[in-house]
């Protein structure tokens, strides 16, 4: 796991066997965030394929980097939140990727070599939130270790999550 150090927002590498997840991109205008950083940490990691990018929410300073990104490596799926509403970054995104699009939401179990990917939010059904309300959050295990990613999951929905999943989240 490589927390990359986009300036604004998250760029979060996990690497299981030989598979790989981004999750997020950060962002910036005027700023190449993938030749400036992302490109540089995959290489640097022999990373030359993303089997799963996850656009955690569609704020820019998740998906732009994302962007930026989609035309030097390769990417086996998109993963969303479902329900979200698309901003005009999330469907560049999606057009400039040209790969498959999974929506996931609450329950969604998916599994990355040897990395276990739980789906804690959000729930599917709900009314569409805006923006940083729809955030996926994901429960990820690897190698013993647990890792909990909320993106920008707002106050209500971390509550939610503790009502929901309780020790869980420990």
Known sequence: IAVLDVGQGDAILVRSEDR???????GARGRDLA????VPALAARGIGRIDA????????DH???LVDLAGYVPVGELWIPTGAEPTPCSR????????????LAAGDRLTLGS???EVLHPERGHPSAPGNARSLALRIELEGRRLLLL????????RSL???YGRRLE
Request: hydrophobic share 50%.
């Open 92 to 103: 560049e995104l999606e057009a400039a990727l040209a790969a498959p699009v999974r929506a």
């Open 115 to 117: 990395a276990r990917v």
């Open 63 to 65: 998906c732009s980097g």
């Open 53 to 60: 990018l996850v656009l955690s929410h569609f704020d820019l």
């Open 162 to 164: 503790v009502r929901r």
């Open 35 to 38: 030749l400036q950083v992302l």
């Open 20 to 26: 790989a997840m981004l999750i997020d991109g950060g």
């Open 151 to 158: 993106a920008d999951l707002d106050g209500d929905g971390e």
